[in-house]
Each structure stands twice: as structure tokens, then as C-alpha cells.
């Protein structure tokens, strides 16, 4: 079993910037692939940005050049920086953790491939 929390949501105006974080525990995070996801209101949850085991990463079209993912398995935690941000990116941030096989030689965008989730943050981004 994984527990994932998220924290660091909040309200923030159009161009700035918020790091959300999610902090692991209860199974080994070093080997997980991590993912970061959001939902608007009205809309389904969506893919935002990955993180493999070793290090790579992969964003959706909307976020590229403006959020980064980092992980730091000293502290069992992965971040999502996000910078430059608009109305568009409110959304509940969630966390969530893979142990899937083919997570490591591909980077994994489906809901369907990540066996844990935290509990969700509000990033909420005014005009």
C-alpha cells in the first residue's frame, strides 16, 4: 500500500507561479513512476506531467515550458513547479503513483496505468 498527499494548492493570480508537492509513504518510492493530474470543474480528469524512476519526464501539449516535475526519493516526494499560470490550468491536482511494468520503457499518460492516488489540491488561477 502507497499513501500519496498532496499539498500547496491555492489562489493565485494569472503569470504566477505555485509548486504543489506530494509526499509517499508506505511502499518504496525510488521504483515508482510518478504522475501528476487534474480536473476542472465539469470536465474529466486529465494527464498533466510524469516522472520515471530514473529521472525522465513527459507534459501534456497545455503545460510544456511552464510546469516541471522533479521528484526527491530522499524525501519520498515529487513537485509540480508551475509557472506562467492561466485561468485554464484551476483544476484539483492530483498525485499518483505506478508500479507498472510498462511505466518504465514508456512514459504513462492513462489514468488506468497508476494504482495510487493522493487526495487532490485546488490550484485556482484568476484572470
Known amino acids: 500500500q502507497v499513501q500519496l498527499v498532496e499539498s500547496g494548492g491555492g489562489l493565485v493570480q494569472a503569470g504566477d507561479s505555485l509548486r504543489v508537492s506530494c509526499a509517499a509513504s508506505?511502499?518504496?518510492?525510488?521504483?515508482?513512476?510518478m504522475g501528476w493530474f487534474r480536473q476542472a470543474p465539469g470536465k474529466e480528469r486529465e494527464f498533466v506531467a510524469t516522472?520515471?524512476?530514473?529521472?525522465?519526464?513527459y507534459y501534456t501539449d497545455s503545460v510544456k515550458g511552464r510546469f516541471t516535475i522533479s521528484r526527491d526519493n530522499a524525501k519520498n516526494t515529487v513537485y509540480l513547479q508551475m509557472f506562467s499560470l492561466k485561468p485554464e490550468d484551476t483544476a484539483v491536482y492530483y498525485c499518483?503513483?505506478?508500479?507498472?511494468?510498462?511505466?518504465?520503457?514508456?512514459?504513462?499518460?492513462?489514468?488506468?496505468?497508476?494504482?495510487?492516488w493522493g487526495q487532490g489540491t485546488q490550484v485556482t488561477v484568476s484572470s
Open positions: 499518483a503513483a505506478s508500479f507498472t511494468y510498462y511505466c518504465s520503457p514508456y512514459y504513462c499518460t492513462s489514468r488506468d496505468l497508476y494504482d495510487y
Open positions: 516522472i520515471r524512476s530514473g529521472g525522465t519526464t
Open positions: 508506505g511502499r518504496t518510492f525510488s521504483g515508482a513512476t
